[in-house]
C-alpha cells in the first residue's frame, strides 16, 4: 500500500539522518551551553512555526531541568504581536532581545529549517536575531536544516540535521529537532532534575 511504503520510506530516512548526523557537534553545543550556564548566562529561545513551537518547549525544560534562566521569544503573544504590528515583523525577534538588553554571557538557541537568508527574504527575523546576538557580545548556537544559512555560519556550536528527499526537509528537521534538543536538556552535563516518570523509577527501583 502507498500508506505503508511511505511509512517505511520515511522511517528509514530518520535511520539513515541520524546516522550522518555529527555526534562532535551535539556534544559542542552541550559544551557551550555548560560554559553559559555556569557563567550565569541567560537563554533565549527562538523560531518560527514549528521552531517556535519547539522554542517554547525548550524553554520550559532547559528552566526546570537544566537550571536554566531562560526565555521564549514568542511565548508572549501580545508583546510579539505589537511588535510586528508597531516595528515590522523581521525585526520583531531582534528588537525584543534589545528590550531584555541581551548582553555577553547570554546565549541565544535557534530552531529553524533553513538557518535564515536576507539576500532570498526567508527568515530574516532570525537572521536579524542572530546579529543582534552576535553584535551583544552574546554566544548563539540552535539546531536547523539544509546548509544551516545563517545560523550555521554564525552559531559559536550548531547541529545540521542532514537532508534526506526534498519533500520531507521539513518534516523530518522538525522532527528530529525535538529529539536532539531532547537530548541535549537530558545530557548528564546538563540535567540537574530528572523527568517525573524518570524520577518515579528511580524511586521504584530504590
Excluded at 557563567?39 to 524553554?59: I, K, M, P, V, Y
Amino acid at each position: 500500500m502507498v500508506g505503508q511504503s511511505f511509512t517505511s520510506d520515511f522511517l528509514r530516512e530518520s535511520a539513515d539522518i541520524l546516522a550522518r548526523t555529527d555526534e562532535a557537534a551535539v556534544d559542542q553545543v552541550v559544551g557551550l551551553l555548560v560554559a553559559t550556564r555556569d557563567r550565569g548566562g541567560r537563554l533565549f529561545l527562538c523560531g518560527s512555526g514549528g521552531g517556535a513551537g519547539h522554542a517554547s518547549h525548550a524553554t520550559c525544560d532547559f528552566r526546570k531541568m537544566a537550571g536554566f534562566e531562560a526565555y521564549c521569544i514568542t511565548d508572549n503573544v501580545s508583546e510579539l504581536t505589537a511588535r510586528t504590528n508597531d516595528e515590522g515583523w523581521d525585526v520583531a525577534y531582534s528588537n525584543w532581545l534589545l528590550g531584555s538588553r541581551i548582553r555577553p554571557g547570554d546565549c541565544l538557541f535557534v530552531f529553524s529549517v533553513g538557518g535564515g537568508d536576507v539576500e532570498r527574504n526567508v527568515s530574516v527575523n532570525l537572521v536579524n536575531a542572530i546579529r543582534v546576538a552576535k553584535n551583544a557580545g552574546a554566544s548563539v548556537t540552535g539546531i536547523v536544516g539544509r546548509d544551516g544559512g545563517e545560523l550555521a555560519r554564525a552559531a559559536d556550536a550548531c547541529v545540521v540535521v542532514p537532508t534526506g528527499r526534498p519533500d520531507t526537509v521539513t518534516a523530518q528537521t522538525e522532527a528530529l529537532q525535538a529529539l536532539f534538543w531532547h537530548l541535549i536538556v537530558t545530557h548528564p552535563r546538563l540535567c540537574q532534575n530528572s523527568p517525573h516518570w524518570e524520577s518515579l523509577t528511580t524511586e521504584i527501583r530504590i
